[in-house]
């Protein structure tokens, strides 16, 4: 029985920040370093800012304990741009955790397609639906 399996496009609410600190003589580039920097967000708690991925802390947690594979996660700077405190202002961000994907093989739970778009398993997207993810397009993968 094949796993079925769902490619995600989420949220984009920033950019790299300044702090990021990065290999761009690769692609995708190798980040050692991740700041995101906020210039808008429409509430989701799974947001993308090429080549990183960011979740919640609250959907990081739901992760781990969900014992799914193919992922670490590390800590993330966030700061927000003078267009995103105009747009929001008084905006408290929740807490944001680098999720690093590692996954190898379509048996990880989060992995990279060939092109570097987020793949996921079933079972992850059982739980990220249990978090706001209303931005993200959601793909059957091929």
């Not at 408290?92 to 690093?100: C, H, V």
Request: charged letters at 25%; aromatic letters at 10%; glycine letters at 6%.
């Amino acid at each position: 029985m094949t796993k079925e399996r769902w490619v995600l496009s989420p949220e984009v609410a920033g950019e790299l920040g300044d702090a990021t600190e990065l290999d761009s003589s690769v692609h995708p580039p190798k980040v050692y370093r991740f700041h995101h920097r906020f210039e808008g967000w429409l509430g989701d708690e799974l947001l993308e800012a090429f080549p990183c991925f960011l979740v919640s802390s609250d959907l990081a947690k739901a992760i781990e304990e969900e014992g799914l594979v193919g992922f670490s996660l590390d800590e993330v700077e966030v700061s927000v741009s003078p267009e995103f405190q105009a747009l929001h202002p008084g905006q408290a961000l929740p807490e944001f955790r680098w999720l690093k994907i590692a996954g190898e093989n379509r048996n990880a739970d989060f992995r990279l397609t060939p092109d570097f778009r987020l793949e996921v398993s079933s079972r992850a997207l059982n739980v990220l639906r249990k978090f706001k993810i209303a931005h993200a397009a959601i793909d059957a993968a091929g």
